[in-house]
Structure formats: C-alpha cells, structure tokens
C-alpha cells in the first residue's frame, strides 16, 4: 500500500520568505502527483498537477518537482505572503485511479 | 454555481440513525470518490465508482454504502452511525478521458457530527 508522507508538519516563516514543502512516498510507481491547498473547515483546492512522466510543474509563485525514483516531490513557494496561509495536501494516484494523501503541511505566514 | 456540490454541508446526528450525505458534479465526469478526513489524518478513501455501473470499495469502507445514481450523483450513507464517524466528508470527481486526465476535483465538503 502506497504510503504518502509529508515534512514538516507545520511551518511558520515570515511574510516574503521562499519556503520549500516536503512530500515523500513509498512506492515509486506512481501515474501523478496533485497539490492541494485547504483552508480551515473548507475543501480542497488543486494547485498542480504532475504526471508521472514530467519533472516540474509551475504556476505563478508556485513551482512542484517530482523525483519518482526518490519517491519524493517538493512544493515551492516563492515570496510567500498571509494569505498562503492554509494547510498543504499532497495526494500520489496509481494507475487505477487511486488517490493516497499526505496528512498534510499547515504553513502560516507571519505579516 | 460550484461544479461540485454536497449536501448537507453540515449534519449532527444520533448514534444509530441512518443518514445520507449526497454529492452532485456539472463537470460531466465519469469517476466519483468519497472521502474522509480526521483531524491530522490527511484523506481516506472510503468508496469510489468510475461509472453508474462500477463501484468499489476504498481503504475504510466498514459501516457505509454507496449509490451511483446516475453519472452526476454519488451517495454515502451510513446505516448506523456512530460517534467515530464524526469526520468531514468529502466527494470527489476526475475525468479519465481529459488529456491531463486523472486530477481530482473536490466538492466543499460536510461536517458530520455523531453524537
């Protein structure tokens, strides 16, 4: 069974810093890997999405690799600001359309 | 309108009772996930269906059931709900015929409470 997990599990920095969020897995055969973000008591929003055969995906300040032989993907975020504040969720599909998720990253930017 | 819609978005229940959390999409998807989510948990995968026709069971599927009542609706119930079933729910959609196919699409969720 794929194990999703993601370092730290909280994070605080000041407004403006890049930070990097951590997502690791066990089982390298995977078909892609979605960030999300999530606000208190709301659902999910879909950030990136990385297929199994691509490197990186970027949009806007955010930038997210993927290393599948490592088992790992990073979330960059650049000049963070307040209002990305919110928990960050990794989820890694297999190729029959299953979906495993990380515990997730609260990150809060200080003003 | 929001391409995913759940209701109720909020629910206190009674142990015992049954109860029916629906999920409705206009994204004209084929595949429909149930999940929940505790406190520090991250999402489970409780059921999933990827037609009307076809449904399977997820990692948590003990004490709930499904129904696919058409391409646009996936239902969870529980028969009889107890206290750890206290959760945030959440339904889910992906189009397995879209080019970058397989990114999941989240509805707002519903906050059930067991008490």
């Not at chain 1, 078909?31 to 995906?57: A, C, H, M, V």
């Not at chain 1, 955010?62 to 790992?72: I, V």
């Not at chain 1, 963070?80 to 809060?108: E, H, I, M, R």
């Not at chain 2, 595949?31 to 069971?57: A, C, E, H, T």
Request: hydrophobic share 30%.
């Amino acid at each position: 069974k794929q194990e999703v997990t993601q370092i730290p599990a909280a994070l605080s920095v000041p407004e403006g810093e890049n930070l990097v969020l951590n997502c690791s897995f066990t089982d390298s055969a995977i078909y892609n890997l979605q960030w999300f973000r999530q606000d208190p008591g709301k659902g999910l929003t879909s950030l990136l999405l990385i297929q199994s055969s691509q490197r990186e995906q970027t949009s806007g300040r955010l930038n997210a690799s993927l290393d599948k032989s490592s088992g790992r993907s990073t979330l960059y975020i650049a000049a963070s600001q307040p209002g990305d504040s919110a928990t960050y969720l990794c989820a890694v599909g297999n190729n029959f359309n299953k979906f495993y998720f990380g515990s997730g990253t609260k990150l809060n930017v200080k003003p | 309108d929001a391409d995913v819609t759940q209701t109720p978005r909020n629910r206190i229940t009674k142990t015992g009772k049954r109860i029916m959390l629906e999920c409705s999409q206009t994204k004209g998807h084929d595949r429909m996930y149930w999940y929940r989510q505790d406190p520090g948990l991250g999402l489970r995968l409780i059921y999933y269906s990827f037609d009307v026709k076809d449904i399977n069971k997820g990692e948590i599927s003990d004490g709930y059931s499904v129904s696919r009542q058409a391409q646009a609706k996936f239902s969870l119930s529980l028969e009889s709900a107890i206290p750890n079933q206290t959760a945030l729910y959440f339904c889910a959609t992906s189009d397995s015929t879209s080019p970058s196919s397989y990114e999941q699409y989240f509805g707002p969720g519903t906050r059930l409470t067991v008490t």
